[in-house]
Nanobody, 123 residues
Framework: QEKLVESGGGLVQPGGSLRLSCAASGFTLGWRYDIGWFRQAPGKEREGVSCITGSDSRTYYRDSVKGRFTISKDNAKNTVYLQMNSLKSEDTGVYYC???????????????WGQGTQVTVSA
């Protein structure tokens, strides 16, 4: 079964850091798949956070996370990461990863989603 599994979320104080992982199973990410990270805060619409292209690892970020978040991938581990630094309360939400077309960033794709990973930024 092809799927992406998110992990790495947790409770962190403002200014802290977390690294989220998006592990692929049942298929190889390689150069074929762009991967996007998305988040949904309570009572809000899901939004695009970042994206990385499969072909040349070009990266995309929403304005509010530029300079604080870094997306990367490790093809050997078949995993995409989202390093989040200087976290703010407004970064709180459930974070999801999904196959995507970075050319569509930051629009949110339709379709099914995994379970996501909860990020809570609070003192």
């Amino acid at each position: 079964q092809e799927k992406l599994v998110e992990s790495g979320g947790g409770l962190v104080q403002p200014g802290g850091s977390l690294r989220l992982s998006c592990a692929a199973s049942g298929f190889t990410l390689g150069w074929r798949y762009d991967i996007g990270w998305f988040r949904q805060a309570p009572g809000k619409e899901r939004e695009g956070v970042s994206c990385i292209t499969g072909s040349d690892s070009r990266t995309y970020y929403r304005d509010s996370v530029k300079g604080r978040f870094t997306i990367s991938k490790d093809n050997a581990k078949n995993t995409v990461y989202l390093q989040m630094n200087s976290l703010k309360s407004e970064d709180t939400g459930v974070y999801y990863c999904a196959p995507y077309f970075c050319s569509h960033f930051p629009s949110v794709p339709s379709g099914s989603w995994g379970q996501g990973t909860q990020v809570t930024v609070s003192a």
